[in-house]
């Protein structure tokens, strides 16, 4: 045959008396558009077709099937080797009066359910060296299952976990359907629950007689009555027999050490075959239990951060979402009233300190008659800062913040910002904002764009009718507290 091809065309093998075509060790790479789906047209009497070791990988499942539509009465199909790695419900659907398919030595790492249950004619399936770890019950139909006479699925790397004891008990019960079974199918994995169990199945061990076996496992016992019994004729014998390897590890101690001078004991690990898995409901059980306590404890720990996070992040606009909500509210529980120092105080930045001194100051207090705060004139000399915004916010009445680029690079203003927050929430006071400038993103903080989202502003402008209705809604802000006979 040819060791390479590269193109096929249509209807190549037109032949209506062709029967059996073998087309292995090609090299064809079924998914190049140069090798054509319709190549095996034109055959209506083919029966069994070989294509080992060629390339099906990448094929789509609609050439696939077009590849054999034209073959009615196609009935053995060997694709072992053919790189096939992912199949799915459609793939094989070209195939439905195929009796006998092999896939045997294909990277085929999962099956989907039922993926097999439309071949209504499929009694031979061989599926062994491929990477399948797994076998659910949904994997083969009932009425598939029954149907197969010959199944082979060695030389798969079997996860020995619960999910595959039903697999275990199928192979167990129908044994002499399984090709290749008990030694061809191997755990490549074994839960920790089974791993006491494995190898004790055995408890009482008379006699043993493996003339025709290369390999002795005896390995995870404990031969407690064996002390008696070393030196006798039955193991002088078994250094002469056919026994290649004589695994007895996990074992006690003394038996290793007695039986050195019988036997080699090598150190590798003996396999675990799936004929000797076992695993009990109760284990099976509770590592569901298990599984079920930690897939809950970690959703509940990620909606907790998650909910952690949101409120971080978002705690300046909750809080004065709640101040909004309550604030009036007859049950609210009311300061008693007092004397203040001060009817507002100004919070502000050093930059905009001119514009509070002459347009601020000479309005709210030389026109309108309100004592205001002003850190640069009114706090105590030589007193401590922190203590000072404390004193002068407990000694006023209303707080205003006059907003602006220099105020929200100011850590000091970020501070009273922070700190009139917290202290207006136990009175039912109003905090008034004022904006200068617009804020840009880069210095906006998460207590300004609160402030911002849950509380008016006024903004300052240099035409003549924005400043005047800038300095009517200010004073309106500050109505129950202006003198009335100022008012």
Known sequence: MHKFIAGIDPGTFTNPSLEILYMSDNNIYFSHDTISSKMFAGCPRLVLLQLDHNNFANVTDTKFQELFQDNPILRIVYLG????????????????????LNLYSNPIKDLPDGVFDHLVNLTILRL?????????????GASTRQRLRQLDLSGNPYACTCSLRWFRSWVMHERQKFINFPKGYVCATVSSSSSEQVGKTQRNVTRYVGESDDNLKLNSNDFGRLQGLLGS????????SHQSDFLLSDSNYFVRRN???????????????????????????????????????AAVLVVFMLTFLMLYKYRWHIRLALYEAF????QRQQQPEREYEYDVFVSYANEDVDWVRQELIPTLEGRHGLRLCIHQRDFPVGGNIIDNISTCVHSSKRVLFVLSPHFARSRWCQFELVFCQNYVMERDDVIVLTLLAPISGRDMTDAISAMFKTTTYLAWGEEDDARKAFWGRLVLAFHDIVPRQVA
């Open 81 to 100: 080797y053919n790189k096939i790695e992912n199949v799915t419900n459609s793939t094989f659907k070209g195939l439905s009066h195929v009796k006998e």
């Open 128 to 140: 062994d060296d491929n990477q399948l770890s797994e076998i659910r019950k949904t994997t083969f």
């Open 233 to 240: 004729s039955s193991f002088q014998e078994l250094s002469n």
């Open 259 to 297: 039986l050195e001078g019988y036997v080699s004991l090598p150190t590798a690990y003996g396999e675990v075959y799936l004929s000797d898995f076992i695993l009990s409901d109760q284990a099976c059980l509770l590592s569901q239990s298990t599984s079920l306590l930690t897939a809950v404890l």
């Open 327 to 330: 604030r009036g509210n007859p």
